[in-house]
């Protein structure tokens, strides 16, 4: 078990994950494969979840008890109260099934080739090969997986800015800034708003972190190649060199992302450099 | 006014209140009694399946199978002939039943452990916290779900895993609430009385520092059910011919053109966690007047 352990560990320096059970090929070659769809992925679901979910936490808090008040919160708990996996198979029955106005799963259109590789990130390799079509296929593949993944990060997120807005609308600071004789709109977003970001910052950090890792159910609906849906074939077919290859780069991504956060609170927020 | 007020006391809430107290008092209590009405209603129709329902979860009807929703099937049938809404009802005790399981006794544990950790200090508070810190850098489904491939297929198994994620916040709150506590003087008292440290954490500590440790295992509760349906979902969970809403939603999954077979279960589930939501949502309002008035 020890010795198992350090056999483990020397491989690590190396930059050797071991063999995949399931693939016969080495775990960090997997890897590099599937995440940059999971990559490309998340990042566009936390964009959709950060352009919806700040402004309309925001309104929320400034208009309290008005109608879109009350739009906010039901979108947000019905955003963190339903399942993804079910979420996921809505969508792909409603606008692929129904309407017919989405495509079905997968990246690409089935009999369309991938790109040339550069950054294994679609949109921007069509882009760059000035595929256009193919560019087009790629984002309307996207949409409806990252609007799946965008609705629980979109709840926590709107939840997290109104509540942070209406915190920091009760201090001195925003009195005197009204005092003062500013535009309420300057008020808002250039008083309440910087200093209600901090903690909207620490848990869209932790959210994006939860989307690169916690693909798995909606990439799983959508046969994703991601990270996600190995995890899932690794953990269904006990590929373990595989399972402790993806938790190990789990961690590290946990690691990292939380480091940028500490950052930011330097450049944010002045006080805590000192 | 006077007919209604004669009723006994247990109509008392339909006796008419002036219009702003009723409209505080829905304001308050709205959702939380709308949120403790629909989790009491799944209780109800989980227990009493059997009664009102008259197919068994399990009788397979090939004739009639993927019947979209009809008279004699109000939920429709599945790929089998199941009647969905049976098998939904059904479902609900599994769901239900794990989701309580999974949090009551993490939190039980969690709450122990950091509870022991606070009030020990030292070396004992060094191992469980860091303990707690390996398990909370991992993503809990990721986590549970290679405990639960590990162990193999089945509800105990599965509920195993999700354990093994689960107790590590209830530590995290539990140590922090002991902390504040543990400064207090009935516990200086309490020490000086003679109690044992054991006595003083179960009897005194922990009923003071409750509140919070409620609310976090009312929200959490519809964490659970979600995610024990996540692996059920990803084939897990339950075996196959036990109805479970995750594997419900799994079996109609390719199923586009039959969405009910598919839609239903995961509608149950999101019924049933925004129940838990809003009255989470409620007992912190009641604990914390503070964040009421937010």
Same mark, same amino acid.
């Given at each position: 078990m020890w010795e198992r352990y350090f056999v483990f560990l020397k491989g690590l320096v190396h930059g050797d994950l071991g063999i995949s059970?399931?693939?016969?090929?080495p775990v960090l070659d997997d890897i590099e494969q599937f995440a940059p769809a999971t990559l490309e992925l998340a990042s566009v679901g936390f964009l959709l979840a950060l352009v919806v979910g700040i402004p309309l936490g925001i309104i929320a808090a400034v208009r309290r008890d008005s109608w879109i008040d009350h739009l906010a919160r039901l979108v947000s708990l019905v955003g963190v109260s339903s399942p993804t996996f079910w979420l996921a198979f809505i969508m792909l029955a409603l606008f692929?099934?129904?309407?017919?106005?989405a495509p079905g799963p997968?990246?690409?259109?089935?009999i369309a080739f991938p790109p040339? &590789?550069? &950054?294994?990130l679609y949109l921007v390799d069509t882009a760059l090969a000035g595929d256009w079509a193919a560019f087009r296929d790629a984002l309307a593949h996207l949409i409806l997986p990252s609007l799946v993944l965008a609705a629980a990060t979109l709840g926590l997120l709107t939840r997290t800015t109104r509540a942070s807005m209406l915190e920091s609308m009760q201090q001195d600071y925003v009195r005197m800034a009204r005092a003062k004789g500013l535009s309420e709109w300057r008020v808002i977003l250039g008083h309440v708003l910087p200093n209600a970001l901090i903690p909207v910052v620490t848990l869209g950090g932790l959210a994006y972190a939860n989307l690169l890792t916690g693909a798995v159910m909606t990439e799983t609906v959508f046969s994703w190649p991601g990270l996600g849906r190995y995890t899932f074939t690794s953990a269904a077919a006990l590929d373990f060199p595989a399972i402790m290859g993806i938790t190990l780069i789990v961690a590290v991504t946990y690691l990292v992302i939380n480091l940028l956060i500490d950052i930011s609170y330097a450049l944010m927020d002045p006080r805590v450099v000192r | 006014m006077t007919a209604t007020a004669a009723r006994p006391a247990l109509a008392a809430a339909s006796v008419p209140l002036p219009a702003s107290r009723r409209r505080r008092w829905l304001r308050r209590y709205g959702l939380a009694s709308l949120g403790a009405a629909i989790i009491l209603a799944w209780i109800l129709v989980a227990l009493l399946a059997p009664l009102i329902l008259p197919y068994l979860p399990d009788t397979v009807e090939v004739t009639k199978r993927l019947q979209p929703p009809e008279a004699a099937h109000w939920l429709g049938t599945d790929a089998l002939g199941r009647d969905d809404l049976t098998r939904l009802l059904y479902g609900a005790r599994i769901s239900l039943s794990t989701g309580f399981i999974v949090v009551v006794v993490g939190a039980v544990f969690g709450t122990l452990l950091g509870g022991i950790a606070a009030y020990a200090r030292g070396a004992v508070e060094e191992l469980i916290m860091r303990a707690t810190d390996l398990v909370l850098c991992f993503p809990p489904i990721i986590l549970a779900l290679a405990i639960a491939a590990a162990l193999g297929i089945g509800t105990t198994n599965t509920i195993i895993a999700m354990l093994v994620v689960w107790w590590p916040k209830f530590a995290r709150l539990a140590r922090s609430l002991v902390l504040v506590q543990r400064s207090h003087e009935y516990v200086e008292a309490a020490t000086v009385v003679g109690l044992t440290p054991a006595r003083i954490l179960l009897r005194h500590i922990i009923p003071n520092a409750i509140g919070p440790l409620v609310v976090l295992v009312t929200l959490d509760v519809g964490n659970a059910i979600i995610t024990f349906a996540g692996l059920s979902f990803l084939g897990l969970g339950v075996v196959p011919p036990t109805p479970e809403w995750g594997s419900m939603v799994a079996e109609g999954r390719e199923l586009v053109e039959q969405w009910w077979v598919a839609a239903f279960p995961g509608l149950a589930i999101l019924t049933v966690v925004l129940g838990f939501n809003f009255l989470g949502d409620g007992i912190r309002d009641w604990l914390d007047p503070k964040a009421r008035r937010r």
């Open positions: 059970i399931a693939s016969q090929r692929y099934g129904g309407l017919q106005v997968g990246r690409l259109d089935p040339p &590789t550069v &950054t294994g | -």
